[in-house]
Protein backbone atom coordinates (compact mmCIF):
# COMPACT_ATOMS: atom_id res chain seq x y z
CA UNK A 1 0.00 0.00 0.00
CA UNK A 2 1.48 3.49 -1.12
CA UNK A 3 1.92 5.98 1.57
CA UNK A 4 -0.47 8.23 -0.09
CA UNK A 5 -3.41 5.76 0.35
CA UNK A 6 -3.00 5.47 4.13
CA UNK A 7 -3.14 8.82 6.59
CA UNK A 8 0.57 9.01 6.82
CA UNK A 9 2.86 11.71 4.64
CA UNK A 10 5.23 10.07 2.74
CA UNK A 11 9.13 10.45 3.84
CA UNK A 12 9.87 12.43 0.56
CA UNK A 13 8.16 15.62 2.58
CA UNK A 14 10.34 15.46 4.80
CA UNK A 15 13.49 15.14 3.35
CA UNK A 16 11.72 18.33 1.24
CA UNK A 17 11.25 20.02 4.59
CA UNK A 18 14.73 19.62 6.21
CA UNK A 19 16.34 21.03 2.63
CA UNK A 20 14.04 23.95 2.73
CA UNK A 21 14.88 24.27 6.96
CA UNK A 22 18.71 24.98 6.11
CA UNK A 23 18.18 26.98 3.10
CA UNK A 24 16.17 29.01 4.86
CA UNK A 25 18.52 29.11 7.63
CA UNK A 26 21.16 30.58 5.11
CA UNK A 27 18.93 33.09 3.26
CA UNK A 28 17.30 34.16 6.32
CA UNK A 29 20.10 34.31 8.82
CA UNK A 30 22.17 36.19 6.05
CA UNK A 31 19.44 38.91 5.74
CA UNK A 32 19.37 39.18 9.43
CA UNK A 33 22.87 40.70 9.11
CA UNK A 34 23.24 42.30 5.67
CA UNK A 35 22.32 46.02 6.45
CA UNK A 36 24.72 46.16 9.49
CA UNK A 37 27.21 44.43 7.87
CA UNK A 38 26.83 47.21 4.82
CA UNK A 39 26.93 49.66 7.73
CA UNK A 40 29.06 49.34 9.76
CA UNK A 41 31.92 47.09 8.15
CA UNK A 42 31.99 48.20 4.33
CA UNK A 43 30.80 51.72 5.80
CA UNK A 44 28.20 52.31 3.15
CA UNK A 45 25.76 54.85 4.19
CA UNK A 46 22.14 54.15 4.71
CA UNK A 47 20.60 55.27 1.68
CA UNK A 48 22.52 53.06 -0.22
CA UNK A 49 22.71 49.80 1.76
CA UNK A 50 18.85 49.93 2.05
CA UNK A 51 18.73 50.46 -2.12
CA UNK A 52 21.19 47.57 -2.45
CA UNK A 53 18.77 45.64 0.07
CA UNK A 54 16.22 46.32 -2.31
CA UNK A 55 17.44 45.64 -5.02
CA UNK A 56 19.34 42.65 -4.11
CA UNK A 57 15.50 41.14 -2.61
CA UNK A 58 14.23 42.22 -5.80
CA UNK A 59 16.32 40.29 -8.11
CA UNK A 60 16.23 37.21 -5.76
CA UNK A 61 12.49 37.05 -6.60
CA UNK A 62 12.89 37.41 -10.46
CA UNK A 63 15.53 35.01 -10.93
CA UNK A 64 13.08 32.08 -10.28
CA UNK A 65 11.47 32.67 -13.39
CA UNK A 66 14.39 31.59 -14.98
CA UNK A 67 15.18 28.69 -13.12
CA UNK A 68 11.87 27.06 -13.07
CA UNK A 69 11.90 27.08 -16.43
CA UNK A 70 15.13 25.83 -17.31
CA UNK A 71 13.78 23.35 -14.54
CA UNK A 72 11.32 22.61 -16.86
CA UNK A 73 12.43 22.14 -19.96
CA UNK A 74 16.27 21.20 -19.44
CA UNK A 75 17.51 20.03 -15.84
CA UNK A 76 14.83 18.38 -13.62
CA UNK A 77 13.84 19.67 -10.37
CA UNK A 78 16.28 17.44 -8.51
CA UNK A 79 19.50 18.82 -10.25
CA UNK A 80 18.19 22.26 -10.11
CA UNK A 81 18.21 21.97 -6.77
CA UNK A 82 21.80 20.50 -6.41
CA UNK A 83 23.18 23.05 -8.47
CA UNK A 84 21.07 26.04 -6.81
CA UNK A 85 22.16 24.60 -3.39
CA UNK A 86 25.65 24.82 -4.54
CA UNK A 87 25.66 28.37 -5.88
CA UNK A 88 24.42 29.78 -2.90
CA UNK A 89 26.55 28.29 -0.75
CA UNK A 90 29.54 29.44 -2.48
CA UNK A 91 27.74 32.96 -2.58
CA UNK A 92 28.14 33.04 1.01
CA UNK A 93 31.66 31.67 1.30
CA UNK A 94 32.62 34.31 -1.20
CA UNK A 95 30.75 37.14 1.30
CA UNK A 96 32.82 35.09 4.23
CA UNK A 97 36.05 36.42 2.54
CA UNK A 98 34.81 39.69 1.65
CA UNK A 99 34.00 39.69 5.46
CA UNK A 100 37.60 39.23 6.56
CA UNK A 101 39.58 41.41 4.35
CA UNK A 102 37.32 44.13 4.52
CA UNK A 103 39.69 46.46 6.45
CA UNK A 104 42.64 45.32 4.67
CA UNK A 105 41.91 45.48 1.03
CA UNK A 106 38.40 47.20 1.02
CA UNK A 107 38.54 47.19 -3.39
CA UNK A 108 38.48 43.61 -3.34
CA UNK A 109 35.95 43.20 -0.72
CA UNK A 110 33.57 45.41 -2.43
CA UNK A 111 34.38 43.46 -5.34
CA UNK A 112 33.74 40.33 -3.45
CA UNK A 113 30.50 41.76 -1.97
CA UNK A 114 28.56 42.33 -4.94
CA UNK A 115 30.03 38.49 -6.50
CA UNK A 116 28.50 37.07 -3.16
CA UNK A 117 25.57 38.45 -3.88
CA UNK A 118 24.89 37.63 -7.47
CA UNK A 119 25.84 34.09 -6.44
CA UNK A 120 22.81 33.89 -4.39
CA UNK A 121 20.71 35.37 -6.46
CA UNK A 122 21.34 33.13 -9.14
CA UNK A 123 21.31 30.02 -6.81
CA UNK A 124 18.15 30.73 -5.13
CA UNK A 125 16.63 31.08 -9.12
CA UNK A 126 16.95 26.78 -9.22
CA UNK A 127 16.38 26.30 -5.52
CA UNK A 128 13.21 28.07 -4.53
CA UNK A 129 10.64 26.92 -7.42
CA UNK A 130 11.97 23.57 -7.52
CA UNK A 131 11.78 22.68 -4.27
CA UNK A 132 8.55 23.91 -3.62
CA UNK A 133 6.55 22.28 -6.72
CA UNK A 134 8.54 18.60 -5.80
CA UNK A 135 6.10 18.73 -2.51
CA UNK A 136 3.02 18.62 -4.81
CA UNK A 137 4.30 15.99 -6.77
CA UNK A 138 4.39 13.28 -3.79
CA UNK A 139 0.71 12.90 -3.86
CA UNK A 140 -1.57 11.70 -6.47
CA UNK A 141 -3.66 14.58 -8.08
CA UNK A 142 -6.60 15.15 -5.78
CA UNK A 143 -4.82 14.03 -2.39
CA UNK A 144 -6.69 15.44 0.56
CA UNK A 145 -3.31 15.19 1.81
CA UNK A 146 -1.65 18.29 -0.55
CA UNK A 147 -2.89 21.07 1.67
CA UNK A 148 -1.49 19.80 4.87
CA UNK A 149 1.55 18.39 3.12
CA UNK A 150 1.85 22.23 2.34
CA UNK A 151 1.39 23.54 5.48
CA UNK A 152 4.28 21.17 7.28
CA UNK A 153 6.07 22.55 4.33
CA UNK A 154 5.79 25.89 5.08
CA UNK A 155 6.73 25.50 9.19
CA UNK A 156 9.61 23.93 7.90
CA UNK A 157 10.23 27.39 6.10
CA UNK A 158 9.95 29.17 9.67
CA UNK A 159 12.13 26.60 11.24
CA UNK A 160 14.86 27.61 9.32
CA UNK A 161 13.69 31.52 9.18
CA UNK A 162 13.50 31.52 12.87
CA UNK A 163 16.81 29.65 13.55
CA UNK A 164 19.25 31.67 11.13
CA UNK A 165 18.79 35.12 12.37
CA UNK A 166 19.78 33.62 15.94
CA UNK A 167 22.76 31.60 15.20
CA UNK A 168 24.04 33.96 12.34
CA UNK A 169 23.37 37.11 14.96
CA UNK A 170 25.05 35.18 17.94
CA UNK A 171 27.72 34.67 16.07
CA UNK A 172 28.28 37.67 13.46
CA UNK A 173 26.28 40.20 15.39
CA UNK A 174 28.42 41.00 18.23
CA UNK A 175 29.02 44.79 18.14
CA UNK A 176 32.88 43.97 16.44
CA UNK A 177 31.86 44.35 12.53
CA UNK A 178 35.34 41.90 11.97
CA UNK A 179 32.79 39.73 13.11
CA UNK A 180 30.10 39.62 10.62
CA UNK A 181 32.28 37.02 8.69
CA UNK A 182 31.02 34.30 11.09
CA UNK A 183 27.56 34.99 10.34
CA UNK A 184 28.37 34.23 6.40
CA UNK A 185 30.41 31.15 7.51
CA UNK A 186 27.53 29.68 9.15
CA UNK A 187 24.81 30.36 6.70
CA UNK A 188 27.06 29.00 3.95
CA UNK A 189 26.94 25.62 6.19
CA UNK A 190 23.56 25.81 6.54
CA UNK A 191 23.65 25.53 2.63
CA UNK A 192 25.55 22.41 2.61
CA UNK A 193 23.73 20.72 4.95
CA UNK A 194 20.80 21.55 2.94
CA UNK A 195 22.39 19.99 -0.34
CA UNK A 196 23.55 16.96 1.66
CA UNK A 197 20.35 16.00 2.78
CA UNK A 198 19.23 16.25 -0.48
CA UNK A 199 21.43 14.11 -2.24
CA UNK A 200 21.51 11.92 0.69
CA UNK A 201 17.97 11.17 0.50
CA UNK A 202 16.85 12.34 -2.74
CA UNK A 203 16.70 8.64 -4.90
CA UNK A 204 15.54 7.21 -2.71
CA UNK A 205 13.07 9.14 -0.82
CA UNK A 206 11.56 11.45 -3.25
CA UNK A 207 8.72 9.32 -5.34
CA UNK A 208 5.33 9.86 -5.54
CA UNK A 209 2.28 8.05 -4.90
CA UNK A 210 3.15 4.54 -7.32
CA UNK A 211 6.85 4.58 -6.23
CA UNK A 212 8.04 6.30 -9.80
CA UNK A 213 10.93 8.56 -9.24
CA UNK A 214 10.10 12.70 -9.41
CA UNK A 215 11.84 15.62 -10.26
CA UNK A 216 13.98 14.00 -12.95
CA UNK A 217 15.28 15.18 -15.75
CA UNK A 218 12.67 15.66 -18.54
CA UNK A 219 12.57 12.92 -21.93
CA UNK A 220 14.73 13.95 -24.86
CA UNK A 221 16.59 16.14 -23.16
CA UNK A 222 20.47 16.47 -25.42
CA UNK A 223 22.69 14.74 -23.12
CA UNK A 224 25.37 17.56 -23.96
CA UNK A 225 23.39 19.93 -21.88
CA UNK A 226 23.27 17.67 -18.96
CA UNK A 227 26.98 17.81 -18.87
CA UNK A 228 28.74 19.23 -15.30
CA UNK A 229 31.30 21.51 -17.04
CA UNK A 230 28.72 22.43 -19.34
CA UNK A 231 26.20 23.10 -16.57
CA UNK A 232 28.85 25.27 -14.28
CA UNK A 233 29.75 27.68 -17.28
CA UNK A 234 26.22 28.54 -17.75
CA UNK A 235 25.72 28.84 -14.05
CA UNK A 236 28.71 31.15 -13.55
CA UNK A 237 27.29 32.92 -16.54
CA UNK A 238 24.05 33.56 -15.27
CA UNK A 239 25.41 34.69 -11.66
CA UNK A 240 27.65 37.25 -14.13
CA UNK A 241 25.26 38.76 -15.10
CA UNK A 242 23.13 38.82 -11.50
CA UNK A 243 26.58 40.97 -10.26
CA UNK A 244 26.19 42.94 -12.91
CA UNK A 245 22.89 43.69 -12.67
CA UNK A 246 23.16 44.30 -9.00
CA UNK A 247 26.36 46.74 -9.46
CA UNK A 248 25.09 48.50 -12.28
CA UNK A 249 21.61 49.47 -10.52
CA UNK A 250 23.61 50.32 -7.20
CA UNK A 251 26.67 51.98 -8.67
CA UNK A 252 25.49 53.53 -12.11
CA UNK A 253 21.66 53.93 -12.71
CA UNK A 254 18.84 52.39 -10.63
CA UNK A 255 16.82 50.45 -13.83
CA UNK A 256 14.96 47.30 -11.86
CA UNK A 257 11.58 48.96 -11.80
CA UNK A 258 11.96 49.80 -15.35
CA UNK A 259 12.84 46.19 -15.95
CA UNK A 260 10.09 44.99 -13.75
CA UNK A 261 7.62 46.89 -15.56
CA UNK A 262 8.49 45.46 -18.78
CA UNK A 263 8.09 41.77 -17.31
CA UNK A 264 4.94 43.04 -16.30
CA UNK A 265 3.41 44.50 -19.88
CA UNK A 266 5.30 41.62 -21.39
CA UNK A 267 3.25 38.92 -19.41
CA UNK A 268 -0.21 41.20 -19.95
CA UNK A 269 0.27 40.69 -23.49
CA UNK A 270 0.62 37.16 -23.50
CA UNK A 271 -2.39 36.63 -21.05
CA UNK A 272 -4.84 39.23 -22.40
CA UNK A 273 -3.49 38.31 -26.51
CA UNK A 274 -4.06 34.74 -25.51
CA UNK A 275 -7.55 33.84 -27.87
CA UNK A 276 -8.30 30.55 -26.56
CA UNK A 277 -8.77 32.40 -22.73
CA UNK A 278 -12.49 32.42 -22.51
CA UNK A 279 -14.12 36.08 -21.03
CA UNK A 280 -14.55 34.29 -17.73
CA UNK A 281 -11.16 33.55 -17.55
CA UNK A 282 -9.75 36.50 -18.61
CA UNK A 283 -12.03 38.33 -15.46
CA UNK A 284 -10.15 35.82 -12.90
CA UNK A 285 -6.94 36.35 -14.59
CA UNK A 286 -7.78 40.36 -14.15
CA UNK A 287 -8.45 39.23 -10.16
CA UNK A 288 -4.95 38.07 -10.05
CA UNK A 289 -3.90 41.42 -11.21
CA UNK A 290 -5.77 43.50 -9.11
CA UNK A 291 -5.29 41.47 -5.57
CA UNK A 292 -1.18 41.66 -6.78
CA UNK A 293 -1.03 45.62 -6.92
CA UNK A 294 -2.99 45.65 -3.53
CA UNK A 295 0.05 42.73 -2.29
CA UNK A 296 2.81 45.31 -3.06
CA UNK A 297 1.46 47.73 -0.86
CA UNK A 298 1.44 44.58 2.01
CA UNK A 299 5.18 43.49 1.47
CA UNK A 300 6.69 46.90 1.08
CA UNK A 301 5.57 47.88 4.02
CA UNK A 302 6.19 44.25 5.82
CA UNK A 303 9.92 43.66 4.32
CA UNK A 304 11.32 47.19 6.31
CA UNK A 305 12.28 44.04 8.78
CA UNK A 306 15.29 43.48 6.90
CA UNK A 307 16.81 47.77 6.42
CA UNK A 308 14.67 50.17 7.94
CA UNK A 309 13.16 48.25 11.01
CA UNK A 310 17.00 46.52 11.71
CA UNK A 311 18.55 50.14 11.94
CA UNK A 312 15.57 50.99 14.35
CA UNK A 313 16.51 48.22 16.32
CA UNK A 314 20.05 48.55 16.07
CA UNK A 315 20.05 52.07 17.10
CA UNK A 316 16.59 52.99 18.99
CA UNK A 317 15.80 49.43 20.98
CA UNK A 318 16.59 49.44 24.37
CA UNK A 319 18.50 45.69 23.93
CA UNK A 320 20.56 45.46 27.15
CA UNK A 321 18.96 43.34 29.53
CA UNK A 322 21.67 43.61 32.27
CA UNK A 323 23.40 40.12 32.06
CA UNK A 324 22.88 40.11 28.13
CA UNK A 325 22.40 42.87 25.27
CA UNK A 326 20.42 41.18 22.08
CA UNK A 327 21.92 41.73 18.96
CA UNK A 328 19.31 43.61 16.60
CA UNK A 329 19.41 40.67 14.24
CA UNK A 330 17.73 38.24 16.54
CA UNK A 331 14.41 40.58 15.94
CA UNK A 332 14.49 38.80 12.62
CA UNK A 333 13.33 35.90 13.97
CA UNK A 334 10.26 37.02 15.38
CA UNK A 335 8.06 36.62 12.13
CA UNK A 336 9.22 33.11 12.24
CA UNK A 337 8.52 32.39 16.09
CA UNK A 338 5.47 33.86 15.63
CA UNK A 339 3.86 32.17 12.75
CA UNK A 340 4.84 28.88 14.04
CA UNK A 341 3.08 29.70 17.01
CA UNK A 342 -0.17 31.41 15.11
CA UNK A 343 -0.62 29.35 11.88
CA UNK A 344 -2.39 26.88 13.65
CA UNK A 345 -4.94 29.35 14.98
CA UNK A 346 -5.70 31.26 12.26
CA UNK A 347 -6.23 27.71 10.45
CA UNK A 348 -8.76 27.17 13.08
CA UNK A 349 -10.02 30.12 12.89
CA UNK A 350 -10.93 29.92 9.40
CA UNK A 351 -12.89 26.16 10.06
CA UNK A 352 -14.67 27.95 12.75
CA UNK A 353 -16.29 30.00 10.53
CA UNK A 354 -17.80 27.88 8.71
CA UNK A 355 -20.28 28.97 6.30
CA UNK A 356 -19.46 32.34 7.42
CA UNK A 357 -15.93 32.22 6.72
CA UNK A 358 -15.02 35.41 5.11
CA UNK A 359 -13.66 35.98 1.19
CA UNK A 360 -10.45 36.30 0.40
CA UNK A 361 -10.17 39.57 -0.90
CA UNK A 362 -11.33 40.25 2.50
CA UNK A 363 -8.81 38.34 4.23
CA UNK A 364 -6.78 40.38 2.27
CA UNK A 365 -7.73 43.61 3.09
CA UNK A 366 -7.67 42.45 6.58
CA UNK A 367 -4.23 41.68 6.51
CA UNK A 368 -3.44 45.20 5.60
CA UNK A 369 -5.21 46.92 8.48
CA UNK A 370 -3.36 44.23 10.70
CA UNK A 371 0.13 45.76 9.07
CA UNK A 372 -1.28 49.24 9.49
CA UNK A 373 -2.25 48.43 13.27
CA UNK A 374 1.06 47.08 13.78
CA UNK A 375 2.95 50.14 12.08
CA UNK A 376 0.34 52.90 14.51
CA UNK A 377 1.51 50.55 17.39
CA UNK A 378 5.45 51.13 17.19
CA UNK A 379 4.61 54.77 16.38
CA UNK A 380 2.83 55.10 19.75
CA UNK A 381 5.56 53.99 21.12
CA UNK A 382 8.42 56.31 19.45
CA UNK A 383 5.78 59.45 19.49
CA UNK A 384 7.43 62.23 21.62
CA UNK A 385 10.42 60.38 22.73
CA UNK A 386 13.76 62.77 22.63
CA UNK A 387 16.48 62.11 20.51
CA UNK A 388 19.14 59.51 21.77
CA UNK A 389 16.46 58.15 24.00
CA UNK A 390 15.64 54.17 23.88
CA UNK A 391 12.23 52.24 23.30
CA UNK A 392 11.44 48.93 25.15
CA UNK A 393 11.89 45.83 23.07
CA UNK A 394 7.94 45.41 23.65
CA UNK A 395 7.27 47.85 20.54
CA UNK A 396 8.91 46.09 17.85
CA UNK A 397 7.75 42.88 19.12
CA UNK A 398 4.41 43.69 19.30
CA UNK A 399 4.68 45.20 15.94
CA UNK A 400 6.28 41.51 14.47
CA UNK A 401 2.83 40.02 16.37
CA UNK A 402 0.86 42.15 14.21
CA UNK A 403 2.69 41.99 11.29
CA UNK A 404 2.73 38.11 11.22
CA UNK A 405 -1.37 38.03 11.99
CA UNK A 406 -1.33 40.10 8.78
CA UNK A 407 1.21 38.23 6.28
CA UNK A 408 -1.26 34.64 7.81
CA UNK A 409 -4.26 36.77 6.62
CA UNK A 410 -2.93 38.12 3.30
CA UNK A 411 0.12 35.49 2.42
CA UNK A 412 -1.63 32.22 2.12
CA UNK A 413 -4.92 33.64 1.27
CA UNK A 414 -3.36 35.11 -1.83
CA UNK A 415 -1.34 32.26 -3.07
CA UNK A 416 -4.31 29.42 -2.68
CA UNK A 417 -6.05 32.07 -4.98
CA UNK A 418 -4.47 32.32 -7.50
CA UNK A 419 -3.75 28.38 -7.58
CA UNK A 420 -7.87 28.22 -7.51
CA UNK A 421 -8.46 31.02 -10.38
CA UNK A 422 -5.80 30.48 -12.53
CA UNK A 423 -7.08 28.96 -16.09
CA UNK A 424 -4.44 25.48 -15.88
CA UNK A 425 -2.45 26.52 -19.09
CA UNK A 426 -1.39 29.72 -17.70
CA UNK A 427 -1.03 28.51 -14.34
CA UNK A 428 2.91 28.56 -14.09
CA UNK A 429 2.87 32.29 -15.53
CA UNK A 430 0.18 33.70 -13.34
CA UNK A 431 2.28 32.03 -10.28
CA UNK A 432 5.32 34.24 -11.82
CA UNK A 433 3.02 37.48 -11.65
CA UNK A 434 3.02 36.63 -7.83
CA UNK A 435 6.62 36.11 -7.80
CA UNK A 436 6.77 39.68 -9.47
CA UNK A 437 4.92 41.40 -7.03
CA UNK A 438 7.29 40.57 -4.47
CA UNK A 439 9.89 41.69 -6.74
CA UNK A 440 8.21 44.96 -6.84
CA UNK A 441 7.71 44.96 -3.49
CA UNK A 442 10.97 44.24 -2.33
CA UNK A 443 12.48 46.96 -4.83
CA UNK A 444 10.13 49.70 -3.07
CA UNK A 445 10.91 48.10 0.55
CA UNK A 446 14.42 49.44 -0.19
CA UNK A 447 13.45 52.86 -1.87
CA UNK A 448 11.02 53.50 1.25
CA UNK A 449 13.48 52.29 3.87
CA UNK A 450 16.22 54.97 1.89
CA UNK A 451 13.72 57.75 4.20
CA UNK A 452 14.46 56.30 7.46
CA UNK A 453 14.85 60.16 8.79
CA UNK A 454 18.50 59.37 10.89
CA UNK A 455 19.79 63.00 9.69
CA UNK A 456 17.30 65.42 9.34
CA UNK A 457 14.31 65.27 7.03
CA UNK A 458 12.89 63.64 4.00
CA UNK A 459 10.01 63.64 2.08
CA UNK A 460 7.87 61.23 0.33
CA UNK A 461 5.10 62.80 -2.40
CA UNK A 462 5.20 66.20 -0.40
CA UNK A 463 4.97 64.09 2.87
CA UNK A 464 7.89 65.24 5.11
CA UNK A 465 9.68 62.90 7.93
CA UNK A 466 11.38 64.44 10.40
CA UNK A 467 11.73 61.93 13.22
CA UNK A 468 10.52 58.00 13.58
CA UNK A 469 7.12 59.07 14.30
CA UNK A 470 6.70 60.17 11.09
CA UNK A 471 8.44 57.72 9.25
CA UNK A 472 6.01 54.64 10.89
CA UNK A 473 2.97 56.84 10.31
CA UNK A 474 3.78 57.13 7.00
CA UNK A 475 3.47 53.18 6.58
CA UNK A 476 -0.11 53.38 9.13
CA UNK A 477 -1.05 55.63 6.15
CA UNK A 478 0.52 53.52 3.47
CA UNK A 479 -1.10 50.05 4.13
CA UNK A 480 -4.23 51.58 5.89
CA UNK A 481 -5.21 53.35 2.82
CA UNK A 482 -4.84 49.99 0.56
CA UNK A 483 -6.81 47.74 3.27
CA UNK A 484 -9.48 50.70 3.18
CA UNK A 485 -9.29 50.20 -0.85
CA UNK A 486 -9.31 46.65 -0.95
CA UNK A 487 -12.38 46.62 1.61
CA UNK A 488 -14.62 48.29 -0.58
CA UNK A 489 -13.25 46.44 -3.75
CA UNK A 490 -14.74 43.41 -2.37
CA UNK A 491 -17.64 42.46 -3.57
CA UNK A 492 -17.13 43.74 -7.20
CA UNK A 493 -14.42 41.24 -7.22
CA UNK A 494 -16.36 38.65 -6.17
CA UNK A 495 -18.57 39.03 -8.73
CA UNK A 496 -15.89 39.08 -11.48
CA UNK A 497 -14.47 35.74 -9.82
CA UNK A 498 -17.69 34.47 -10.18
CA UNK A 499 -18.55 33.15 -6.59
CA UNK A 500 -20.84 34.20 -3.97
CA UNK A 501 -20.76 37.33 -2.38
CA UNK A 502 -19.27 37.10 1.35
CA UNK A 503 -19.02 39.80 3.67
Wanted: glycine share 10%.
Amino acid sequence: MSSNQTSAHPKGLYVLFTTEMWERFNYYGMRAILVLFMTKALMFDKTIASGLYGSYTSLVFLTPLIGGFIADRYWGNKRSIIVGGLTMALGEFILFFCATIYQSNPELSTFLFFSGLGFMIAGNGFFKPNISSMVGQLYTPGDRKIDPAYTIFYMGINVGGALGPFLCGAFGDTGNPADFKWAFLIAGIGMLLSVVVQLLFQEKYLVNAEGESIGNVPRGVNAKLLNPLFGAIGIGVFASVMIALLYIDAKMFSYIFYLLIASLLLILAVIFGDKSLSPLDKKKVGVIFILSFFVIFFWSAFEQAGASLTFFADEQTQRNLGFYTVPASFFQSLNSIFVIAFAPVFAWIWVKLGKHDLSSPTKMALGLFLLSIGYLWIAIGVKDVQPGIKVSMMWLIGMYALHTWGELCLSPIGLSLVNKLAPIKIASLLMAVWFLANAFANKLAGQLSALYPEKGTTSFLGYEMNNMYDFFIFFVVLSGLASLILFLLTRWLQKMMNTPVQQ
